[in-house]
């Protein structure tokens, strides 16, 4: 299962995801659509470990990604998602 708590991310004074929760159970299909600069692909780079969110937390299966090495991130992107 993935999980987003409170997800916030700003570029300079803009701010592009504000406050963001969302729950994914094992299986469950999702979509993200928006208008283009609505923040999709900055939320799909946090989900994916390539970028920091500037607040907020993600789990995946339980596992914190704060608590990841970026040896560990990197491993893990590899070994869980596609």
Known sequence: MLELK???KSYGTQLIL???SLEVKESEMVS?????GS???TLLQ???L???ADSGQIYLDGISY????EKDKSNFRNQNLI
């Open 6 to 8: 409170n997800i916030s």
């Open 18 to 20: 504000d406050n963001i």
């Open 32 to 36: 993200i659509l928006g208008p283009s």
């Open 39 to 41: 923040g999709k692909s």
């Open 46 to 48: 946090i989900i994916g």
């Open 50 to 52: 390539l970028m920091k």
């Open 66 to 69: 704060d608590s990841l090495t």
